[in-house]
């Protein structure tokens, strides 16, 4: 296993603490226009660490907006199994749900 390379420039920082990474650095991370990375503080030493980008499979929008339009439809819906309802109840009798209260932010599925 090679050593990684080492890399040092001198960069500037603005007057809003705003600086730019060498064009060598952003390479060597594998960091592109619009890329995002993760700046830590250790002691007197600073690590820039790359942002691994969050897998998007494509067919699950599209999964979605199946669902999405049976439920709008009407189709395909059913009552769930006893069993399950039963849990969910047991898991949830001390949560207090209002089903017609708007969703706020943003929703993760």
Partial sequence: MSD???IARTCAVSRKGQTTL???VRQILGVRDGGQVVVRAE???VIIEPVEAEHRD???GA????IADDVAAGRNIGVLPDDLLQTLETIL???D???DEPIEGDVCL
């Fill in 58 to 60: 494509p067919a699950i």
């Fill in 4 to 6: 990684p390379a080492v």
């Fill in 93 to 95: 009798h001390d949560v």
């Fill in 63 to 66: 999964f979605l907006r199946l």
């Fill in 43 to 45: 002691g007197r030493r």
């Fill in 97 to 99: 749900v209002d089903l």
């Fill in 22 to 24: 060498p064009l060598a």
